[in-house]
């Protein structure tokens, strides 16, 4: 009786697929919970706008400006601080040099007044550039 | 009865699927497609408007240009009340509905600088639809006023 060999794969070949996946999944997991985390971190309901750009540039640096009962909260990246740290927290991180930016993420319910000290204190730091974000509305959504 | 179909053992029927295996390219085509999806929906829904901050003080380039004034505050009936005042121009009130088309019919709106002006008691949001508007209607610089 004659028998078929078996095939057996080569001996030091790895099958990169389920590596694949569970990278893929670990990533999307990551992805979810880091933006879920920064959310209850720092809510913020941002104002719409139908123009606007999208390019992220490594460089920027985010305040948060999150609206309070009492007062306004202020955020440089993850941390807290008040307005009168804000303009030494920039010149500290470097927003100074040319190409930096910072992206002003304040919520659209704040008075103008709790705005313009943030918008100073990027003056006295010597920020080249600032960035409103904005809420992406389509064009006909009002 | 005579069969006219051999009969053929479970090993035989396996080794005619020749061809790839589909189930791990479908398995990480699938992961590939919700790892978009979630990029999408996280990174997607925001933009940004660029500001520029105002200076003290304004270069030789800067007063050639057509400077646009628009001032913001809270009307009568708490609506947004707009000023704009181009360059020697008398000043025109609109609305923020309105403003999109005063802007765009100003002449060379590709060399004006528009600072925008906005009372402490207004709105953040009125603040960013006026910046949009003057985006829509081809201004590139414009400033904050503190």
């Known amino acids: ?142 | 009865m005579k069969h006219y179909f051999r009969n053929r053992s479970a090993r035989a029927v396996h080794e005619q699927h020749a061809g790839p295996n589909m189930t791990p390219m479908v398995d990480v085509v699938m992961v590939i497609l919700i790892f978009f999806m979630a990029s999408a929906a996280i990174l997607g829904p925001e933009w940004f408007l660029k500001s520029a901050l105002p200076v003290v003080g304004g270069s030789a380039a800067a007063s050639k240009t057509t400077r646009i004034k628009i001032t913001v505050a809270r009307g009568p009936d708490a609506t947004p009340l707009i000023t704009i005042t181009a360059g020697d121009a008398p000043p025109k009130e609109s609305s923020l509905s309105g403003l999109a088309a005063i802007l765009a019919a100003l002449p060379d709106k590709s060399n004006a600088i528009a600072l925008v002006s906005p009372s402490a008691d207004v709105p953040y949001d009125w603040v960013v639809r006026v910046h949009e508007a003057c985006a829509q209607a081809g201004i590139a610089r414009v400033g904050l006023a503190e």
Do not use: W
């Open chain 1, 1 to 142: 009786m004659r028998l078929r060999p078996h095939h057996h794969p080569p001996a030091g070949k790895i099958n990169v697929t389920p590596l694949i996946d569970v990278v893929m999944v670990l990533i999307v997991f990551y992805l979810i919970v880091g933006k879920l985390a920064a959310d209850a971190r720092a809510k913020v309901q941002l104002p719409g706008a139908r123009v606007g750009v999208t390019d992220n540039a490594a460089a920027d640096l985010t305040i948060t400006l999150q609206a309070d009962p009492n007062s306004s909260v202020i955020f440089v990246g993850d941390e807290r601080c008040t307005i009168a740290d804000l303009p030494a927290i920039l010149r500290a991180r470097g927003i100074n040099q040319p190409g930096r930016s910072v992206q002003l993420r304040a919520d659209k319910a704040l008075d103008y007044s709790k705005v313009s000290p943030i918008i100073a204190a990027c003056r006295e730091a010597g920020v080249p550039s600032l960035k409103l974000i904005a809420q992406r509305e389509d064009p006909g959504a009002r």
